[in-house]
Structure formats: C-alpha cells, structure tokens
C-alpha cells in the first residue's frame, strides 16, 4: 500500500490552471524528485499537498485514507488543519528560522507547543521537555550540527541554517518529508553539504519528496523521478527511464537545455 497517492490534483489562479490533474504515488522509505521548468506547477503541487494552498479538485490519501478531498466543501477548522500538517515536513528555499531563537530552541519549539495539549503536561513537564531536547539534539547530530546547539541564526552559514530547517522538519517525526529546491537559496559551495544530508536521510529510509533543479542528485539519490511541464505530469518511472532515457520529447528537450546551461 502506498504511503502517499495523489489523484487528480487541480489547482487555478484566477484562470491561470497551474495543476491539470496530478497524479502519482510512492512507498514508504521511497525518495521521488519532482523536476521541471519554472512555472510547471511543482511547487503549488507541494504547498497544495501540505495545505499551504487549497486544491480546487482531486485528493490526496495518506497511508491509504482519505487524507484531502476537493470535492468536499466542508471547511477545515484550525485544530484539523494542524493534526493534518503534523504528518508532513517541509522544508522551504529561504529556511524561514527564528531569529531570536538559538539552534536547539528553534527545533524544539514545535514539539514543544504540541507537548502543552498533552493531559499529563503539567504533571510531567521536565521529562517531556527532556525527552524534546533529548530528540532534537539526536536530530542535530544527525545533520551534522551538535556544535551549533547555542548559535543563534545571525552566526550561521545558509548550508547551516538549511540543515536547521532539515531538523526543525524532522523533529516532528512526519511521515512524509518534502524539499522545495532546497539548494537553491544556497551558493554553490555550500550546496554540497544539504545534498550530503539528503542523501544520509535517504540511506536512513526516510519518506522523501523532492523538488530539485539539482537533476545529477537526483538521479543518484532518488527511486522515482517524476517530470512535471505546464502543471502535468509529463513523465515518471527509474532515474534510469526518466533521465537516461525519456520518453517524452519535452523531457528530453528540457534534460538538454540543462545540458547546455
């Protein structure tokens, strides 16, 4: 059973259509990369996911239950919304971090928040807190960061600040971790090291979807490519079948203009 399965999914500005139909799926442990010109729809296609945005059509089933449906006009209170978006992690382009808030507090903050709606907060509060700290200092060991604990957002790199917004996603263990180009706010030098930790969390199982311009990576870290054109899905199937050997004219087009750039 698929983890994730996206059906149908349309999303319209005004009459701009920027998701005709999207459609696709993947297992848990999987990697898919989402690649694709500007303007193909592949980032409205993550923030419709993670109700950044509301699609106007289609669903989205999570673990094999009706996750969002289009066709329902009943609205989703806060309370709802929230519940829903604790399943998924996204990381952003700009790592959107608290500036008055050190490392290892803003990774802690979320599941702090969500640790105060628990029946026995008050009567177990240092624990639960230790246990928050405890994960999220193992998180930032994971990323590379246990130096940086105390650092404030103002005394890091963006490869550093990125890697924070990695472990900020991760410490509310989602089912579904998503990146929307996650190198592409970063200079060159520091995009090496966001792709080494991609790639940790690939080889540690972890449910990744990926919109990337960083089309190498993607091919060497990812089960499934998926090539998106004019808010479509163009083609999808193995690194192998999308990359090095399209089918689709306008995959192969958009695979050597890259090429040439």
Known sequence: MAILEIRNLTKSFGRTEVLKGVSFSMEEGEVVSVIGSSGSGKTTLLRCVNF??????????????????????????????????????????????????????????????????REDFKENRKEI???IRRNAEDILARVGLSDKLNNYPCELSGGQKQRVSIARALALRPRVLFFDEPTSALDPELTGEILKVIRKLA???????????????????????????????????????????????????????????
């Open 129 to 131: 807190e230790e246990e």
């Open 52 to 117: 950044l945005e509301r699609a106007d059509s289609g669903q989205v089933y999570l673990d094999g239950e009706l996750f969002f449906d289009g066709e329902s006009h009943q609205k989703i209170t806060p309370a709802e919304l929230r519940k829903k978006q604790l399943n998924l992690g996204l990381v952003f382009q700009d790592f959107n971090l608290f500036p008055q808030y050190n490392v290892i507090d803003n990774v802690m903050l979320a599941p702090k928040l969500l640790a105060k709606e």
């Open 203 to 261: 080889a540690e199982h972890v449910t990744m979807v990926i919109v990337t311009h960083e089309i190498d990576f993607a091919q060497n870290v990812s089960d499934k490519i998926i090539f998106m054109a004019d808010g479509a899905v163009e083609e999808e199937g193995t690194p192998q079948e999308v990359i090095g050997n399209p089918k689709s004219e306008r995959t192969r087009s958009f695979l050597q203009k890259l090429g040439e750039n």
